[in-house]
T-cell receptor
């Protein structure tokens, strides 16, 4: 079975550019989560969706970050404009209600 | 505020040397405690869910236990392929489906 698929796996861009990260959840999962992982802070929840509707975006660091889920099989996380401090690994996860979350292999983002 | 503290931050074991990883948590009503394994360059991989104090789960050389304040991940006779970062996360009661993660224990098993 296909797991959570994220693209791109690696992204290197210059400060000020727009960055778009993509996620395809596991088919049938109701919940989709976006996390950011850094050495200092570990895994932090940014936002999560239930049935394509954003439920909690309190973890989104600034207005430069936005996330959408136009349908049950696709979500994007956008950063505009990007800054060096946004460099991190971004993970997408999906799950059924109250079941373990399944993670993709992440996007390693470097902002120069 | 939900809080998860894992210790030690890093652990080096000889192959076959058993040990335990600790996860202490503070949460306003625990719905579930989750253990994940993360290999370099990969996303976290689900291992166990524990729901109530006294519960235990086992998988190969790993056993997870839960009390009202902490969880342990016991590793019996580890092998080099058990080397990874082990993450603990809690899910609180109240309808939210999100997890709050600790910063992990980086385990290295030396042949």
């Amino acid at each position: 079975d296909a797991g959570v698929i994220q693209s791109p796996r690696h992204e290197v861009t210059e400060m000020g550019q727009e960055v778009t990260l993509r996620c395809k959840p596991i088919s049938g999962h109701d919940y989709l989560f976006w996390y950011r992982q850094t050495m200092m802070r570990g895994l932090e929840l940014l936002i999560y969706f239930n049935n394509n509707v954003p439920i909690d975006d309190s973890g989104m660091p600034e207005d430069r970050f936005s996330a959408k889920m136009p349908n049950a099989s696709f979500s994007t996380l956008k950063i505009q404009p990007s800054e060096p401090r946004d460099s991190a690994v971004y993970f997408c996860a999906s799950s059924f209600p109250n079941q373990p979350q399944h993670f993709g292999d992440g996007t390693r983002l470097s902002i120069l | 505020e939900d809080q998860v503290t894992q210790s030690p931050e890093a652990l080096r074991l000889q192959e076959g040397e058993s040990s335990s990883l600790n996860c202490s948590y503070t949460v306003s009503g625990l719905r579930g405690l989750f253990w994940y394994r993360q290999d370099p360059g990969k996303g976290p991989e689900f291992l166990f869910t524990l729901y109530s104090a006294g519960e235990e789960k086992e998988k190969e050389r790993l056993k997870a236990t839960l009390t009202k304040k902490e969880s342990f991940l016991h590793i019996t006779a580890p092998k080099p392929e058990d080397s990874a970062t082990y993450l603990c996360a809690v899910q609180a009661m109240g309808g939210a489906n999100n997890l709050f993660f600790g910063t992990g224990t980086r385990l290295t098993v030396i042949p």
